[in-house]
């Protein structure tokens, strides 16, 4: 269901920006003609807004200066990349491990902190384990912070203690800072 609205959300913002640059440009395109019909007082006239076309008739009726033409023409690129920004599609920051001339090793974050995961919970004290991985936005490295849940009875040094050295290779293959929070566990778990 929520998938469902989302997906109904996306395509009418959609639908809203693209008539919001159709709006944009067809005013851009009517306030750098002067006179005739493209004009604002030709497309008031099309629209079939009288009381707008005699207030913007009187106040539009002097030829075109440089900086409304500018403005107008600033208004289309706008508009332009206003659509190429909704259209263009989020680049996923991945970790990168190897880069050689014949391409690239990455995964992908989510994949990564569940791995992280599983190492950490091998732990019989860890009783859950949330990871957030940010990779660098230029090449190797990164962070990747490691909160482990444990029981009351667990020993939150030890607990750190192990789960970075279970982490310490697989942090040092990615060239990542890792950071390990115990946080004690409000009984998710017995142990």
């Given at each position: 269901?929520?998938?469902?609205?989302?997906?109904?959300?996306?395509?009418?913002?959609?639908?809203?920006?693209?008539?919001?640059?159709?709006?944009?440009?067809?005013?851009?395109?009517?306030?750098?003609?002067?006179?005739?019909?493209?004009?604002?007082?030709?497309?008031?006239?099309?629209?079939?807004?009288?009381?707008?076309?005699?207030?913007?008739?009187?106040?539009?009726?002097?030829?075109?200066?440089?900086?409304?033409?500018?403005?107008?023409?600033?208004?289309?690129?706008?508009?332009a990349l206003l659509?190429?920004?909704?259209?263009?599609?989020?680049?996923?920051?991945?970790?990168?491990?190897?880069?050689?001339?014949?391409?690239?090793?990455?995964?992908?974050?989510?994949?990564?902190?569940?791995?992280?995961?599983?190492?950490?919970?091998?732990?019989?004290?860890?009783?859950?384990?949330?990871?957030?991985?940010?990779?660098?936005?230029?090449?190797?490295?990164?962070?990747?912070?490691?909160?482990?849940?444990?029981?009351?009875?667990?020993?939150?040094?030890?607990?750190?203690?192990?789960?970075?050295?279970?982490?310490?290779?697989?942090?040092?293959?990615?060239?990542?800072?890792?950071?390990v929070r115990p946080?004690?566990?409000?009984?998710?778990?017995?142990?």
């Open positions: 269901m929520i998938a469902l609205l989302r997906a109904l959300v996306r395509l009418l913002t959609f639908l809203v920006l693209v008539a919001l640059a159709a709006a944009g440009l067809a005013a851009a395109v009517f306030s750098i003609g002067g006179s005739g019909d493209l004009s604002l007082p030709g497309l008031a006239d099309l629209l079939r807004l009288p009381a707008l076309e005699t207030e913007v008739g009187s106040l539009l009726d002097d030829p075109v200066e440089f900086t409304s033409g500018l403005a107008g023409l600033a208004a289309i690129l706008l508009g659509l190429i920004g909704a259209l263009a599609p989020a680049r996923e920051r991945l970790l990168l491990l190897r880069a050689s001339q014949e391409g690239k090793l990455q995964a992908r974050r989510r994949a990564f902190g569940q791995v992280a995961s599983t190492i950490v919970e091998q732990n019989r004290a860890v009783s859950g384990v949330k990871v957030k991985v940010r990779p660098s936005r230029r090449g190797r490295g990164g962070r990747m912070s490691v909160r482990a849940m444990h029981p009351a009875s667990a020993d939150p040094a030890e607990i750190r203690r192990a789960a970075d050295a279970a982490l310490t290779p697989l942090a040092e293959a990615f060239e990542l800072q890792a950071r946080h004690l566990d409000g009984g998710r778990r017995v142990q």
